[in-house]
């Protein structure tokens, strides 16, 4: 009896097709128009390149999304919400029927799957924008994210694309419509990321809780170039499959780490390696790495120049990664923890227009942040939404102070600077009126400031507008110091200069009035 033992490629569906460079900009694959050689085209898992003539062929099952990974030089299509459309679900019966609709019948695999990219001058320089969670509760917060963010960067329009870092949405996915309508306002391509919020919680794996997502975004693990740099969006929140406790684990997931591998054997190592994700690399209040971390900076080892980048705790963090984690380079890993677009849910004490301040628990204002690049090179920026670009900090100290005063109480006499994206590496000193720089001691408590601001709430008299904030947490990026008695009566300067961990100088002043 013969016995054929076959490989599995020959087992599986296989998908084919161009990837080629859609001149006319047509979607479509006409005469004259040349294939794209070594492109990466992935079902999510296995990544294949493209040859001389820009085919592929790679294996596929059902239920899955087949997409291109955008080589440097070339643009993504994109459709009305500026979102790529360089992929195809193949969902031959579609998704199992969820709360939230998933993704419809798509019938058997079409003969010919061609993706057309745009030719696009890239720039070695270039900027890119990270939203934390944008996350809205009701279609007042989408307004508020019109308001306070979107409406603000169309008076700046430097920068190439945005990526929402998770946590698009809050639970209700219907949501999904009104706000990637509010963020296509700024003309710009969105790369999207799974978050917690944005998953179907209505099944019993993790293997089914995108199912919406991939209906309104594509894939969830996937890549592309831009320039000098590579671009990998993971999901790294997994879901339990309780659809009781909706319960979930912050990692990465056997698939996210299988794309991750065979993507970055297909990279060039001299490429700068950009990590977007939704969750943070540490859970810093419990003090421990999220789950499948040590596979993920395994597969990140053999590459000089990586970057990665979070949102989902509503705070701004440094996260150096070092030896304690498995980490063996000489620098650590930097990993920058984005805050979040909403802030503290967009709590607090509403201004003149109606929007909340929104200030997040450890002190740090709403924003986002924006990432230079220069070839291989990057430096991490923090936008406070509505604030100038040099606004990197906040002063908190006695407004009115009494010359005669000694005590070391706060409340007279403790300056305190929370430095949004300091980190305890960095060093800040504080000089008044110019005179001898005095050093400030880093502080891990919460923010004064914030806590001022709360406490606000419990004075009916105020008769504030708007919701009380969030109780507050630890700061990661405060110092204190005591400021020295015996100034003269009269207005003084205070100016704080902030050393980060990169060698970059930040300042930032206040204004002091002593008394008799």
Same mark, same amino acid.
């Given at each position: 009896?013969?016995?054929?033992?076959?490989?599995? @490629?020959?087992m599986?569906?296989i998908?084919?097709?161009?990837?080629y460079?859609?001149?006319?900009?047509?979607?479509?694959?006409?005469?004259?128009?040349?294939?794209?050689?070594?492109v990466g085209?992935?079902?999510?898992?296995?990544?294949v390149?493209?040859?001389?003539?820009?085919?592929?062929?790679?294996p596929?099952?059902?239920?899955c999304?087949i997409?291109v990974?955008?080589?440097?030089g070339?643009?993504?299509?994109?459709?009305?919400r500026?979102?790529?459309?360089?992929?195809?679900?193949?969902y031959?019966?579609?998704?199992?029927?969820?709360?939230?609709?998933?993704?419809?019948p798509?019938?058997?695999?079409p003969?010919?799957?061609?993706?057309?990219?745009?030719p696009?001058?890239?720039k070695?320089?270039?900027?890119?924008?990270?939203?934390?969670?944008?996350?809205?509760y009701?279609?007042?917060?989408?307004?508020?994210?019109?308001?306070?963010?979107?409406a603000?960067?169309l008076h700046?329009?430097d920068y190439?694309?945005?990526?929402?870092l998770g946590d698009?949405v809050?639970?209700?996915?219907?949501?999904y419509?009104p706000?990637?309508?509010?963020?296509?306002?700024?003309?710009?391509?969105?790369?999207?990321?799974?978050?917690n919020?944005?998953e179907?919680?209505?099944?019993?794996s993790?293997?089914?809780a995108?199912?919406?997502?991939?209906?309104?975004?594509?894939?969830k693990?996937?890549?592309?170039?831009?320039?000098?740099v590579?671009?990998?969006?993971?999901?790294n929140?997994?879901?339990?499959g309780?659809?009781?406790t909706?319960?979930?684990?912050?990692?990465?997931s056997?698939e996210?780490?299988?794309?991750?591998?065979n993507?970055?054997?297909?990279?060039?190592?001299?490429k700068?390696?950009?990590?977007?994700?939704?969750?943070?690399f540490?859970?810093?209040?419990?003090?421990?790495?999220?789950?499948?971390l040590?596979?993920i900076?395994?597969?990140?080892?053999?590459?000089?120049y990586?970057f990665s980048?979070s949102?989902?705790?509503?705070t701004?963090?440094?996260?150096?990664?070092g030896?304690?984690?498995?980490?063996?380079?000489?620098?650590?890993?930097q990993?920058f923890?984005?805050?979040?677009?909403?802030?503290? @849910? @967009?709590?607090?004490?509403?201004?003149e227009?109606?929007?909340?301040?929104?200030?997040?628990?450890?002190?740090?204002?709403?924003?986002?942040?924006?990432v230079s690049?220069?070839?291989?090179?990057?430096?991490v920026?923090?936008?406070?939404?509505?604030?100038?670009?040099?606004?990197?900090?906040?002063?908190?100290?006695?407004r009115?102070?009494?010359?005669?005063?000694?005590?070391?109480?706060?409340?007279?006499?403790?300056?305190?600077?929370?430095?949004?994206?300091g980190?305890a590496?960095?060093?800040?000193?504080?000089?008044?009126?110019?005179?001898? @720089?005095?050093k400030?001691?880093?502080?891990?408590?919460?923010?004064?400031?914030?806590?001022?601001?709360?406490s606000a709430?419990?004075?009916?008299e105020?008769?504030?507008?708007?919701r009380?904030?969030?109780?507050?947490e630890?700061c990661?990026h405060l110092?204190?110091?005591?400021?020295?008695s015996?100034?003269t009566?009269?207005?003084h300067?205070?100016e704080?200069?902030a050393?980060?961990?990169?060698?970059?100088?930040?300042?930032g002043?206040q204004?002091l009035?002593?008394?008799q």
């Amino acid at each position: 009896m013969l016995i054929m033992v076959l490989p599995l @490629w020959s087992m599986a569906q296989i998908a084919s097709g161009f990837v080629y460079s859609d001149l006319n900009k047509n979607n479509v694959m006409d005469a004259g128009e040349p294939g794209i050689p070594n492109v990466g085209v992935s079902n999510g898992a296995e990544v294949v390149l493209t040859g001389k003539n820009g085919m592929y062929r790679m294996p596929v099952s059902d239920n899955c999304v087949i997409f291109v990974i955008k080589p440097s030089g070339f643009a993504l299509p994109v459709d009305n919400r500026n979102v790529a459309t360089s992929y195809y679900l193949h969902y031959p019966k579609g998704s199992p029927k969820t709360r939230y609709p998933g993704v419809a019948p798509t019938g058997p695999l079409p003969p010919n799957l061609n993706f057309g990219l745009w030719p696009d001058d890239e720039k070695e320089t270039f900027k890119a924008v990270f939203f934390g969670d944008t996350q809205p509760y009701s279609l007042t917060d989408i307004d508020y994210l019109g308001r306070d963010i979107v409406a603000e960067m169309l008076h700046h329009r430097d920068y190439q694309f945005v990526s929402v870092l998770g946590d698009i949405v809050g639970d209700n996915l219907n949501f999904y419509p009104p706000i990637t309508s509010t963020l296509a306002q700024l003309k710009k391509p969105i790369f999207y990321v799974q978050g917690n919020h944005d998953e179907n919680y209505d099944v019993n794996s993790d293997l089914l809780a995108s199912e919406t997502f991939k209906a309104t975004f594509g894939p969830k693990n996937y890549a592309f170039n831009y320039a000098k740099v590579h671009f990998v969006v993971l999901d790294n929140i997994i879901y339990s499959g309780d659809t009781a406790t909706k319960s979930y684990e912050e990692g990465f997931s056997q698939e996210a780490i299988t794309f991750l591998k065979n993507d970055l054997m297909m990279t060039d190592p001299e490429k700068l390696i950009v990590l977007m994700m939704h969750s943070p690399f540490i859970n810093e209040y419990a003090h421990k790495p999220i789950v499948n971390l040590d596979k993920i900076l395994e597969i990140l080892q053999p590459f000089p120049y990586t970057f990665s980048i979070s949102g989902h705790n509503h705070t701004v963090s440094q996260q150096l990664i070092g030896k304690e984690y498995g980490w063996n380079q000489a620098k650590p890993h930097q990993h920058f923890n984005a805050g979040a677009v909403c802030g503290d @849910w @967009w709590r607090g004490s509403t201004d003149e227009t109606g929007l909340p301040e929104t200030n997040m628990r450890d002190g740090s204002p709403n924003g986002f942040a924006v990432v230079s690049f220069n070839g291989i090179n990057y430096s991490v920026d923090y936008q406070v939404a509505r604030r100038p670009a040099e606004y990197k900090m906040n002063i908190f100290s006695p407004r009115i102070v009494d010359s005669l005063v000694s005590t070391t109480t706060w409340t007279h006499r403790e300056l305190f600077v929370n430095f949004f994206m300091g980190s305890a590496q960095d060093e800040l000193r504080f000089r008044i009126d110019g005179g001898g @720089w005095m050093k400030m001691q880093y502080s891990i408590e919460p923010d004064p400031l914030y806590i001022n601001l709360r406490s606000a709430w419990d004075k009916p008299e105020l008769k504030l507008r708007g919701r009380k904030p969030s109780q507050p947490e630890p700061c990661l990026h405060l110092w204190k110091a005591t400021l020295p008695s015996g100034l003269t009566i009269g207005s003084h300067t205070i100016e704080v200069e902030a050393l980060d961990f990169r060698g970059k100088i930040h300042t930032g002043f206040q204004v002091l009035m002593v008394t008799q």
